[in-house]
């Protein structure tokens, strides 16, 4: 990552493949410009999302999360980002209450067609991370060994 | 009194073989403890007993005996870990027949041991009062002062859902402040709620107690133990340590009654109840929903509502 002066946030995005992964590739389709500071998995939907993806990700060394998903009512599987709202609302209010920062995990609903959507909140995020700065707490020092390569 | 009409009770029930087995407290060698007792004959229920030191949830030992009809002796909170565990339908054969008994709220022994000086030899209650003896010193403490703190912070402690209950029911109370550490932490700054929370788990050594002692951690592989994927590392590293307490709390999102059990069974005195207490608020203040009391809600986390609080998403 290199020394704190040239620190540039690392950001994991977990994009739902219908939508905001669409959306995504719209974005880069169009040409429109945004910080290239996400990192993008894709995922079959928002409510695939598991706390510990989350979780693991933080203590895995990157600086912040987005989660991106379909629109409520937009869900290929119906519902499953209803299900995925409710764990994200318990989980980010419950890491914000143990002292992770407001806005190191954030949530959108980016459509396939919002493609300048997608790369808007692409740039609010990485502004807020970047005021955020590096994450210190939860992140795991290499002084008690590496992250393991197999998953 | 009830210690009499539980084992009364208790006769009756083996007796007619309502029941195969009666999971309840026994007495213990140790002052100021008992131990959970498991009797299958009519001629055991003698050695069943009710005092403030019946700690245990003793639902944690259903998923144990499921073949079996099982007669449970039931405070409030765990009459709740009973409901939130059939709405997860882990009881398909036999539901077990829930003996309740109103909690006058139970006696958290490590105070009573940090309030005198020596060993402990002997503990009797009297009314609101606690005797306690020693080898060279005799108190007697008033009760009220040595409760637990989820005790403290129960608003249901009568076990409504209960198919036989023993003593009068105690009123419901409405608690003001329920939860004062969790009201606490709120007031501080978010580096001084990490900097507590990373100083109680890092006494952590994982020794799983608070997993094992709850009744709503019965899955067949925890995520601390799976291998493949790896979640978390075998290590005492603060960030792992952090990562257990953060991930074991939040399984127990709507499903905790709050009874504390895992705080109890800590060898390292680890507050604990805060973690689960906050986030049976944030379901109460964002669902609606309270653990156990609503027998045929569904857990908030398994359903939802199209009109569900979503200012945080962008």
């Known amino acids: 990552m290199g020394s704190e002066e040239h620190w540039e946030p690392k950001i994991l995005a977990f994009l739902c493949n219908w939508c905001s992964y669409a959306g995504a590739d719209l974005a880069g389709t169009s040409r429109v410009q945004y910080s290239p500071n996400i990192r993008v998995i894709r995922v079959p939907c928002s409510g695939r999302i598991n706390p510990l993806f989350i979780l693991k990700a933080l203590q895995g060394g990157v600086d912040g999360v987005l989660v991106s998903g379909c629109h409520p009512g937009d869900c290929h599987y119906l519902s499953g980002n209803y299900a995925g709202r409710r764990k994200s609302a318990t989980l980010k209010r419950f890491l914000e209450f143990l002292g992770i920062e407001q806005g190191r995990i954030q949530f959108s609903w980016v459509s396939a067609a919002e493609g300048v959507k997608f790369s808007q909140v692409v740039d609010e995020v990485t502004k807020d991370i970047r005021r955020l700065g590096p994450l210190k707490k939860f992140k795991k020092s290499s002084a008690f060994g590496v992250q393991s390569s197999e998953s | ?314």
């Not at chain 2, 765990?78 to 398909?92: G, I, M």
């Not at chain 2, 109680?200 to 997993?211: D, G, K």
């Not at chain 2, 049976?280 to 609503?294: A, R, S, W």
């Open chain 2, 1 to 314: 009194m009830v210690q009499q009409q539980l084992r009364e009770k208790a006769k009756e029930l083996l007796s007619n073989k309502t029941v195969d087995l009666i999971i309840g407290f026994g007495e213990w060698t140790l002052p100021l403890r008992t131990t959970p007792v498991f009797i299958r004959t009519p001629e055991g229920a003698k050695s069943l007993v009710w005092n403030s030191f019946c700690e245990n949830n003793l639902t944690a030992y259903l998923h144990k005996f499921s073949r079996l009809k099982v007669g449970l002796v039931v405070k409030g909170c765990d009459a709740r870990s009973v409901t939130a565990l059939s709405l997860e339908k882990r009881f398909p054969n036999h539901p077990p027949l829930l003996i309740g008994i109103p909690c006058q709220r139970l006696v958290d022994r490590k105070k009573v041991k940090k309030a005198v000086k020596g060993e402990i030899l002997q503990a009797v209650e009297q009314g609101d009062l606690l005797l306690v003896k020693g080898e060279n010193f005799e108190v007697s403490l008033k009760r009220e002062d040595f409760l637990y703190a989820s005790c403290r912070s129960c608003a249901h402690r009568t076990p409504h859902q209960a198919h036989i209950l023993i003593g009068d029911p105690v009123e419901e109370v409405s608690l003001v402040d329920a939860h004062p550490e969790v009201s606490k932490l709120e007031g501080m700054s978010p580096e001084e709620r990490w900097s507590f929370f990373e100083k109680e788990t890092s006494r952590c050594i994982r020794c799983y107690a608070c997993r094992e002692a709850c009744p709503m951690c019965y899955c067949a592989e925890c995520f601390v133990d799976s291998s493949r994927p790896r979640w978390i590392e075998k290590s005492l590293s603060p960030s792992d340590l952090a990562f257990y307490h953060i991930v074991r709390a939040f399984h127990q999102t709507g499903r905790c009654s709050g009874c504390g059990a895992c705080e109890r069974a800590c060898p390292m005195d680890i507050r604990l109840t805060f973690l689960t207490q906050k986030l049976n608020q944030e379901v109460k203040d964002l669902y609606g929903f309270e653990t156990g009391i609503q027998p045929e809600a569904a857990p908030p986390l398994s359903t939802f509502d199209p009109e569900d609080e979503q200012e945080f998403i962008k």
